[in-house]
């Protein structure tokens, strides 16, 4: 009778195996940290903490400054005790560097559009500037906080 062998095992599965095995301690080291999001994005965290988002207009800074004006969309914002909508504003910058450079542009035309610039509502996190006319509730006030960290990723 003949002698019976196994199967044999070729280079391309021995290969593919060590492959595999390689590839999964790969996922083991850190994950690569979140980009900032564009407004979709951004608004689909603000729905996640209960705020309603509509109308949404590129270009509306709330005032004329025509370098800041392609930094920013308009929306209404609504929830968590606000029950009529209130117009917000946010102003997404390209990077950290881009962020820190027009931050203090971002103050100057609130100044032109606030009714009332002692209870405007700013969240900061770069490369993202959102604002309100305040006031607003707590609840609304931390759900803006919590989406716009969350979208912003690593700030660019």
């Given amino acids: ?8 095992v070729g280079p391309a599965l021995i290969l593919g195996a060590v492959l595999a095995v390689g590839g999964c301690s790969a996922l083991q080291g850190s994950s690569p940290e979140p980009t900032p999001r564009d407004f979709p994005g951004i608004t ?3 729905f996640v903490q209960g705020i309603a988002v509509g109308r949404p207009v590129s270009g509306d800074a709330g005032c004329d400054d025509p370098t800041l ?11 968590l005790g606000v ?4 117009r917000a504003r946010v102003y997404i ?6 962020y820190e450079r027009r931050r203090a542009d971002v103050d100057t035309c609130v100044a032109a559009w606030a009714a009332d610039p002692a ?3 700013f969240v900061d996190s770069s490369p993202f500037v959102l604002v309100v ?3 607003v509730p707590a609840a609304f006030k931390a759900a803006l906080v919590r989406a716009i ?3 912003a990723g690593n700030g660019g």
């Fill in 119 to 121: 209870t405007v509502e």
């Fill in 44 to 46: 689909a965290e603000l």
């Fill in 83 to 86: 029950d009529s909508p209130i």
């Fill in 69 to 79: 004006i392609p930094t920013a969309i308009g929306f209404d914002a609504s929830g």
């Fill in 149 to 151: 960290t969350t979208a």
């Fill in 133 to 135: 006319q305040g006031p």
């Fill in 93 to 98: 910058f390209g990077d950290r560097a881009a």
């Fill in 1 to 8: 009778m003949p002698e019976r062998r196994g199967p044999r």
